[in-house]
Each structure stands twice: as structure tokens, then as C-alpha cells.
């Protein structure tokens, strides 16, 4: 579930969890949505990425084509935070 700068996921242990939404982009290419996140009670430099549609339902990243497209915005994102 997406709100306005939170998520929550469920952990391998079934515990809801909030994670803090980094930011969210489009691909044209792929026709999806995406959402780049990190766990919002633990200082860490660990993100994590889905999909999600409209409802704000999250999705996996299932291809590894996909997975390196995400990656490569991720590092877009982080070397612009950097020169911020």
C-alpha cells in the first residue's frame, strides 16, 4: 500500500513493515510504475524497488532486464542526491 511518502510491506515473517518511498518513476518502455524504497526504522543504505499500479498495489521485479533498468535509475538518483 503507497501513501504520500510511506509504504508498507509484510516481511518474510508475515510483520507489516514501513519503508520510506525514495521516489517513484514511470517507464515508457516497460508501460509500468515504480516505487524505490528503504526500511524506514533502520539507518541503512539498502533500497529496495517494485512496481505498483493504480490502486497502489506492489508487485515484484521478476526480470533481470528489468531489474538493471531499475538499477540504473537508482544510481541516476543517487549520484544526483550526491551533487545535490
Given at each position: 500500500m503507497l501513501d504520500s511518502n510511506c509504504l508498507y510491506v509484510q516481511d518474510e515473517n508475515g510483520n507489516e513493515k514501513k519503508m520510506t518511498i525514495l521516489?517513484?518513476?514511470?517507464?515508457?518502455?516497460?508501460?509500468?510504475?515504480y516505487v524505490v524504497f528503504q526500511d524506514a526504522d533502520h539507518d541503512t543504505e539498502e533500497?529496495?524497488?517494485?512496481?505498483?499500479?493504480?490502486?497502489?498495489?506492489?508487485?515484484?521485479?521478476?526480470?533481470?532486464e528489468e531489474w538493471e533498468m531499475v538499477e540504473e535509475?537508482?544510481?541516476?538518483?543517487?549520484?544526483?542526491?550526491e551533487n545535490a
Open positions: 521516489f517513484t518513476f514511470d517507464s515508457e518502455d516497460k508501460k509500468k510504475q533500497v529496495f524497488a517494485s512496481c505498483y499500479d493504480d490502486q497502489g498495489n506492489l508487485y515484484p521485479i521478476e526480470s533481470e535509475v537508482i544510481n541516476t538518483f543517487a549520484e544526483d542526491e
